[in-house]
C-alpha cells in the first residue's frame, strides 16, 4: 500500500481559510436555490426572514432550520426534489418505517460529486489505478455498492462488482483474482475471515453499521490487512461523506468542500453544498460523533468513528448505554457473533447480553460489563452457530423485548 495520498491534493490539502471562502460560497448559492422553490425548504427559510443567499454567513449556519428524516418521509417520495424530473438520472435510498423507504433523486452532477468522494475515500486507503477493488457491499437501492463502483472506476482501478452473498463465489474470486482492497461490511468481512486464509489483500475500506476499535483490530489479525473506516448515508450522498485515510489516525477525513459538518448534542448535522437533485441545509443524520482539526498532509476537519446513533440509545435504569460500548467488552472475550437485547417485558428494564463461546466466560463478561457501563447485565453464552449469521448487509446487534413478545431461542 502506498501512502494514502490525495485524489485532489488542490482541493484536500486547501488552506483552511480558502475553503472556508469556498463552503460559504457554496452555502450562498444552495441556501438561493432553495428559496426558487415552493418546496419545505424554501418555506422554512422565508420563515426565518432569509430572502437570498447573501443574508446567510457560514458562522451563523447553527441559525438556519434543520432537516430531519421524517421531513423526508413526510413528502415521500420527491417532496424535497428541486431539480427538474428530466435532470433525475438515477434514484437511491434507503428502509424506513411501516414500508415507506427513503428516496434520494440524483442529478448527473450529484453521481460526479458521489465519484469524487469516494475516489478520494479509496485512494486515502491507498488504493491506486493498479489496484484490484473487491466490493462486495449490496447493488441496488443501497447506495454502498455503486458508490464504491462509481469511485473505482473515477479512480480508473480495476472493480470486482460482487455485491452481497454468495459467500463461497466471493472467497474463489478473492482467492483467483487477488485484489488488494476490499469493501464491504466489517461484520461481513468476519464473515469472510472464517474461509479465507492467506490473502492478497493489504487494506479493507469498511462501513455501513458502527464498529469499534476492538472489531477493527479483530478484522487485522484475522485477514492480516489495515482496516479503515467510511461513512456516508444515502440523503447526504452515500458513501464517502467521510473516510479514514492510512494517515488519518484513526479519523475519517470529511469531503467538507462538498459536505459541510456540524454536530449538536453530540448528533451528526450536514448541510449538502454541492448536490443539485435534493440538495439538504442541515440534515439531522441521527448518528452520534465528534468533530477533530487536522491532521497529516490534508487539511479537513475529520470525524470520530461513530459511537451509535441516538435511536439506539439505550437507557437502562437511568444509564445511557450505546451498543457499541457493549461490544468493546465483549470482542475482548469472545467472538465477533453478540445479540444485545433491551427487556421491558416488566417495569424495570433488565440488558442481556447473548455471545458464542465454546467456554464459560459468563462470570468474566459480567464483571468486565458492569465495571464498562456501570449497571449489570444478564449474560447468556451459547455454542457457536447459536445465533443467527449475516450473508450479507448490516448484521443484527440489537433486539428489544416489549411486553407480550417472544423471547430469542436459547434466551429466556
Same mark, same amino acid.
Given at each position: 500500500?502506498?501512502?494514502?495520498?490525495?485524489?485532489?491534493?488542490?482541493?484536500?490539502?486547501?488552506?483552511?481559510?480558502?475553503?472556508?471562502?469556498?463552503?460559504?460560497?457554496?452555502?450562498?448559492?444552495?441556501?438561493?436555490?432553495?428559496?426558487?422553490?415552493?418546496?419545505?425548504?424554501?418555506?422554512?427559510?422565508?420563515?426565518?426572514?432569509?430572502?437570498?443567499?447573501?443574508?446567510?454567513?457560514?458562522?451563523?449556519?447553527?441559525?438556519?432550520?434543520?432537516?430531519?428524516?421524517?421531513?423526508?418521509?413526510?413528502?415521500?417520495?420527491?417532496?424535497?426534489?428541486?431539480?427538474?424530473?428530466?435532470?433525475?438520472?438515477?434514484?437511491?435510498?434507503?428502509?424506513?418505517?411501516?414500508?415507506?423507504?427513503?428516496?434520494?433523486?440524483?442529478?448527473?452532477?450529484?453521481?460526479?460529486?458521489?465519484?469524487?468522494?469516494?475516489?478520494?475515500?479509496?485512494?486515502?486507503?491507498?488504493?491506486?489505478?493498479?489496484?484490484?477493488?473487491?466490493?462486495?457491499?449490496?447493488?441496488?437501492?443501497?447506495?454502498?455498492?455503486?458508490?464504491?463502483?462509481?469511485?473505482?472506476?473515477?479512480?480508473?482501478?480495476?472493480?470486482?462488482?460482487?455485491?452481497?452473498?454468495?459467500?463461497?463465489?466471493?472467497?474463489?474470486?478473492?482467492?483467483?483474482?487477488?485484489?488488494?482492497?476490499?469493501?464491504?461490511?466489517?461484520?461481513?468481512?468476519?464473515?469472510?475471515?472464517?474461509?479465507?486464509?492467506?490473502?492478497?489483500?493489504?487494506?479493507?475500506?469498511?462501513?455501513?453499521?458502527?464498529?469499534?476499535?476492538?472489531?477493527?483490530?479483530?478484522?487485522?489479525?484475522?485477514?492480516?490487512?489495515?482496516?479503515?473506516?467510511?461513512?456516508?448515508?444515502?440523503?447526504?450522498?452515500?458513501?464517502?461523506?467521510?473516510? @479514514?485515510? =492510512?494517515?488519518?489516525?484513526?479519523?475519517?477525513?470529511?469531503? #467538507?468542500?462538498?459536505?459541510? !459538518?456540524? &454536530? $449538536?448534542? +453530540?448528533?451528526?448535522?450536514?448541510?449538502?453544498?454541492?448536490?443539485?437533485?435534493?440538495?439538504?441545509?442541515?440534515?439531522?443524520?441521527?448518528?452520534?460523533?465528534?468533530?477533530?482539526?487536522?491532521?497529516?498532509?490534508?487539511?479537513?476537519?475529520?470525524?470520530?468513528?461513530?459511537?451509535?446513533?441516538?435511536?439506539?440509545?439505550?437507557?437502562?435504569?437511568?444509564?445511557?448505554?450505546?451498543?457499541?460500548?457493549?461490544?468493546?467488552?465483549?470482542?475482548?472475550?469472545?467472538?465477533?457473533?453478540?445479540?444485545?437485547?433491551?427487556?421491558?417485558?416488566?417495569?424495570?428494564?433488565?440488558?442481556?447480553?447473548?455471545?458464542?463461546?465454546?467456554?464459560?466466560?459468563?462470570?468474566?463478561?459480567?464483571?468486565?460489563?458492569? @465495571?464498562? =457501563?456501570?449497571?449489570?447485565?444478564?449474560?447468556?453464552?451459547? #455454542?457457536?452457530?447459536?445465533? !443467527?449469521? &449475516? $450473508?450479507? +448487509?448490516?448484521?443484527?446487534?440489537?433486539?428489544?423485548?416489549?411486553?407480550?413478545?417472544?423471547?430469542?431461542?436459547?434466551?429466556?
Amino acid at each position: 500500500m502506498t501512502a494514502g495520498a490525495p485524489f485532489d491534493p488542490k482541493i484536500e490539502c486547501m488552506d483552511p481559510e480558502a475553503r472556508r471562502e469556498l463552503q460559504e460560497q457554496r452555502l450562498r448559492g444552495l441556501v438561493d436555490r432553495l428559496l426558487s422553490t415552493d418546496n419545505l425548504q424554501g418555506a422554512r427559510l422565508r420563515d426565518h426572514g432569509v430572502t437570498r443567499g447573501t443574508d446567510v454567513r457560514l458562522d451563523e449556519i447553527h441559525l438556519l432550520p434543520t432537516i430531519t428524516k421524517q421531513d423526508l418521509w413526510d413528502h415521500y417520495p420527491f417532496g424535497l426534489r428541486i431539480a427538474p424530473p428530466e435532470d433525475i438520472v438515477c434514484v437511491h435510498g434507503s428502509s424506513g418505517t411501516g414500508g415507506r423507504p427513503t428516496l434520494i433523486p440524483y442529478t448527473a452532477n450529484d453521481v460526479e460529486v458521489w465519484s469524487e468522494v469516494m475516489a478520494r475515500a479509496l485512494k486515502g486507503a491507498g488504493a491506486t489505478r493498479s489496484s484490484v477493488i473487491h466490493n462486495a457491499y449490496g447493488y441496488g437501492l443501497f447506495t454502498g455498492g455503486l458508490g464504491v463502483h462509481h469511485g473505482g472506476l473515477k479512480l480508473q482501478a480495476t472493480v470486482i462488482p460482487m455485491s452481497g452473498g454468495m459467500t463461497e463465489r466471493q472467497v474463489r474470486l478473492i482467492e483467483d483474482l487477488k485484489p488488494d482492497v476490499l469493501c464491504c461490511t466489517p461484520s461481513y468481512a468476519l464473515r469472510l475471515a472464517d474461509d479465507l486464509s492467506g490473502t492478497s489483500l493489504k487494506v479493507g475500506v469498511f462501513g455501513a453499521e458502527p464498529w469499534t476499535e476492538e472489531m477493527r483490530q479483530e478484522i487485522q489479525q484475522r485477514l492480516n490487512i489495515r482496516a479503515l473506516d467510511i461513512y456516508g448515508l444515502s440523503e447526504v450522498i452515500g458513501p464517502g461523506v467521510a473516510c @479514514e485515510s =492510512l494517515d488519518s489516525e484513526g479519523l475519517l477525513n470529511i469531503a #467538507e468542500d462538498h459536505f459541510y !459538518p456540524e &454536530t $449538536e448534542d +453530540g448528533e451528526l448535522i450536514f448541510t449538502t453544498l454541492t448536490k443539485t437533485g435534493m440538495p439538504l441545509l442541515r440534515y439531522r443524520t441521527g448518528d452520534v460523533a465528534t468533530l477533530h482539526e487536522p491532521a497529516g498532509q490534508r487539511t479537513l476537519t475529520r470525524m470520530s468513528k461513530l459511537k451509535g446513533r441516538k435511536d439506539d440509545m439505550l437507557v437502562i435504569r437511568g444509564v445511557n448505554v450505546f451498543p457499541t460500548e457493549i461490544e468493546a467488552v465483549v470482542l475482548n472475550l469472545a467472538s465477533p457473533h453478540y445479540l444485545i437485547v433491551e427487556d421491558r417485558r416488566t417495569t424495570t428494564a433488565q440488558l442481556h447480553v447473548a455471545v458464542e463461546s465454546t467456554q464459560d466466560i459468563s462470570g468474566r463478561l459480567s464483571q468486565d460489563l458492569k @465495571e464498562r =457501563l456501570g449497571i449489570t447485565c444478564q449474560v447468556h453464552v451459547l #455454542e457457536p452457530g447459536k445465533l !443467527p449469521r &449475516t $450473508e450479507v +448487509g448490516k448484521a443484527q446487534r440489537l433486539a428489544r423485548w416489549t411486553q407480550g413478545q417472544a423471547p430469542i431461542d436459547g434466551l429466556t
